[in-house]
């Protein structure tokens, strides 16, 4: 009889209501199929009829009063009128969101120490003091755990298959639980990342199946298990949109059993939703510790999940940790969501609990908060709950450290700007710029500063302070550098504009020049290792008995499903020999040719563009100097009005690029008769033909976007719906890459990683992708 039944639709997201709520009986055909469902007992004689009038026991648990079985309609509805019954949930689908001795770890190598998470959690704190969760237990319910280099598992269970309770084959096949498990327990000082207490006894509960997905009773068999061997701790790096009673009944078990039970808050954030609810199930439970997703910035991760049940944060976004070999991505892969927040802070928690070992779950709760540094709005929050759980001393009164690398980057007749490296201080806050020995000073939260509205040739020092969140201020570092000549200046044209990038005065009739290769190649990327993206998963709907993922991507970040297989690159479509690629990622053809664009039958009418002169309008702005790699880009552009410059005769090729001006200046290259809106906002009438167009902007559903500085994997996007191509991410970036509309940041190859999708870009860069785009594409907006 205690045959696993596992025929259950796995990929099923149905909200499934609770079947006798309130001792409400419903309405059941007899002709309807059996139902899997989830029997709560309120005596033995409920358990008794729960058996006799099942088809077919799944799971009988033995911490709580259930049993899992599969019923017929009509025995279902004796059941439910049943008074020896409590209630009863149909089964449903979800997915991923030792010994006595001496703790010890060896010290973090070099590699390890450079991973961002590490240095802001800072567990090497309690590993001095001797503590490394040596002997506490903790059970990860997830997809499994691999086997790994960097991972000693101390056993397990799977409650995928049949005969769970004789099946210990917990090898992970989808990725995800030994990611998370490299989290909480990765050795140090002998790999390429280290988990928070590698010294704990890592026992792998297999409830998901390779696609990431898995079903109630499988977890609830998972926390059985886990309660029955006296865990410690339980890491559920998954959630649900959707309530159960079964759920909330076996977590509440646990923690009165003494057992800590974290798990990740769920990935339903976005930049407008932060004023709702969107914490998912099981976090959302009293009994769980909830956990947000922190940037390396410490700024909310923007797929996080917010509300007043979020009880703190941890690192969620870019996090590398181990994954099976097997699945083809290498030993190592970077993830990002809730799922990879959640088991920091159960390492965490197993760190605390070898140092209290008698301490019960209510007061290893306290003491994590203890540890909380506050984040956003003083207190407790949506955001970040208590705060972000660090062992750095926070009693420490000490400024931060300075920055680094601080130096000028750029210098015009006008302005310079300044660029450091932030310190990487918990604490840390902002940088203050104080301009000679003037006593006031800019606030900077940044990592690049320019001053304006200087003299030009005149020297200009400065001082770089960092200020950390007790507004405790270091010493500084001193900046200087020079402003350029001014050049001859001629005749102004008074030809001004009133889009982003107008105005504009001639002062030269300098040829364009030949762009110039950057000779420093950008740096490769480590081997072996993928960012594998954040997958969202749906607020939370209140309803019964579903758990969709709680965290990361792509069957590792907790957003379920597995890991996707690496994109096949298009081939590279045959082209002339391409000039070395200019800074800023893009390449600068050597023909210089304008298709004329095919004319698009909605409004307005495009005319077409702008032939090639065979001489290049003089450039009339002061900042771009006869070397620049981009000036005959911008030639380009400025002979066909995509852009014009600023009224104080500058383009400013290094300045960044929002996407309304992205915009306006793709659709200005294929279609000059679309001006600039009239009445209203400037951008009004671009965004109305970029939605004729079907072109993806954020900044028609979202007034706030235009304004934003626009990814470049936005960019590769647009690029690629303009040219044909509907497709996102990194799909996007590999169109772009093939068809030659892009040549990525290296000058060796052309991959996902060296086009950088998740920086801004300049204007000469953008210029140079739509500029690529009018030579290499189908020759006109589709």
């Keep these: 009889m205690n045959r696993k039944h596992w025929t259950i639709a796995l990929s099923s997201l149905l909200a499934l209501p609770l079947l006798a709520p309130l001792g409400t009986s419903p309405v059941v055909s007899a002709e309807e199929a059996d139902q899997d469902v989830v029997i709560v007992y309120k005596n033995e004689d409920g358990k008794d009829a729960a058996i006799e009038q099942s088809e077919e026991i799944q799971h009988e648990f033995k911490s709580v009063p259930v049993v899992a079985a599969t019923v017929s309609a009509e025995d279902l509805k004796d059941l439910v009128d049943n008074p020896d019954i409590d209630y009863i949930e149909r089964n449903i689908s979800f997915q991923s969101t030792d010994l006595e001795g001496t703790s010890s770890t060896p010290p973090v190598n070099d590699t390890e120490k450079s991973n961002w998470n590490y240095e802001k959690v800072s567990p090497n704190v309690m590993w001095e003091q001797g503590f ?26 799977s409650t995928v298959g049949s005969n769970p309770s004789t099946n210990p084959n917990y090898t992970d096949d989808n990725g995800h639980g030994t990611h998370v498990a490299g989290i909480i327990a990765a050795d140090s000082g002998n790999g390429s990342v280290t988990g928070v207490a590698p010294g704990v006894s890592l026992y792998a509960v297999k409830a998901l199946g390779a696609d990431g997905k898995g079903n109630l009773v499988d977890v609830l068999e998972g926390l059985d298990w886990a309660i029955t061997n006296k865990m410690d701790i339980i890491n559920l790096s998954l959630g649900s949109e959707d309530d159960s009673q079964a759920l909330h009944d ?104 070898e140092k209290n070992p008698s ?181 939370p709907s209140g309803g019964s008995a579903q758990i969709p993922s709680g965290g990361g991507g792509g069957g590792g970040g907790g957003g379920g499903g597995a890991a996707p297989a690496p994109i096949a690159t298009p081939p590279v479509a045959a082209a002339p020999t391409p000039t070395p690629a200019v800074p800023g990622t893009v390449s600068t053809p050597t023909p210089v040719k304008t298709p004329t664009p095919s004319p698009v039958a909605t409004t307005p009418t495009p005319a077409p563009a702008t032939p090639v002169t065979t001489v290049p309008t003089p450039l009339p702005f002061a900042d771009i100097p006869s070397a620049f790699w981009g000036r005959e880009t911008i030639s380009w552009a400025f002979d066909r009005g995509l852009v014009k410059g600023y009224a104080d005769g500058q383009f400013k090729p290094s300045a960044t690029v929002s ?67 509907n497709v996102k991410g990194n799909q996007a970036i590999q169109y772009v890459l093939s068809v030659g509309i892009a040549n990525g940041n290296s000058k060796n190859t052309k991959t996902v990683a060296s086009f950088k999708g998740s920086a801004t870009l300049t204007r000469a860069e953008a210029l140079q992708f739509i500029k690529n785009l009018t030579e290499k594409g189908n020759g006109s907006l589709r």
Aim: glycine letters at 8%; proline letters at 8%; hydrophobic letters at 35%.
């Design 250 to 353: 076996m977590v509440d078990k646990a923690h009165n059993k003494g057992i800590v039970v974290v798990a990740s808050a769920g990935n339903s954030g976005t930049a407008d939703n932060t004023d709702q609810d969107t914490v998912g199930y099981p976090a959302k439970y009293d009994s769980v510790i909830s956990v947000a997703a922190v940037d390396s910035e410490l700024n909310r991760a923007v797929f996080s999940s917010t509300g007043p049940k979020i009880d703190v944060a941890a690192p969620g976004k870019s996090i590398m940790s181990t994954y099976p070999s097997a699945l083809g991505h290498g030993s190592y892969v970077k993830m990002s969501g809730t799922s990879q927040a959640a088991p920091h802070v159960t390492g965490e928690l197993a760190l605390l609990k």
């Design 659 to 725: 996407e309304s001006e992205f915009l306006a200046m793709l659709i200005r290259a294929f279609e000059p008769n679309v001006k600039n809106a009239t009445s209203g906002t400037w951008s009004n009438t671009y965004y109305a033909r970029a939605k004729q167009l079907g072109l993806p902007t954020k900044g028609n559903t979202s007034k706030s976007s235009r304004t934003q500085n626009i990814t470049r994997v936005q960019v590769a996007e647009m690029l690629a719906s303009a040219n044909g191509s």
């Design 132 to 157: 490394t969760g040596f002997g506490v237990k903790v059970a990860v319910i997830d997809s499994g755990i691999s086997e790994h280099p960097e991972l000693k598992i101390a056993g397990g269970i």
């Design 359 to 539: 301490a019960s779950a209510a007061t290893l709760r306290t003491l994590l908060n203890s540890y909380a540094v506050d984040l956003g709005t003083p207190g407790k929050d949506t955001f970040y709950g208590n705060g972000f759980i660090s062992f750095i001393d926070k009693s420490d009164t000490t400024a931060p450290a300075e920055v680094t690398n601080a130096k000028v980057t750029a210098s015009t007749v006008d302005s310079l700007t300044l660029e450091w490296t932030k310190p990487s201080d918990i604490d840390f806050k902002e940088v203050r710029i104080y301009q000679g020995d003037a006593s006031t000073f800019t606030t900077v939260t940044k990592s690049t500063y320019q001053a304006t509205n200087l003299t030009a040739d005149t020297d200009y020092n400065f001082r770089i302070t960092t200020v950390d969140t007790a507004n405790n201020e270091s010493l500084g570092v001193p900046v200087s550098g020079r402003t350029s000549v001014a050049p001859p200046v001629s005749q102004p044209d008074n030809n001004t504009n009133t889009t982003p990038s107008s105005g504009g005065t001639p002062v030269n009739t300098t040829p364009t020049p030949t762009p110039t290769p950057d000779p420093t190649p950008a740096p490769t990327p480590a081997p072996n290792v993928v960012d594998i993206p954040v997958v969202q998963t749906p607020p």
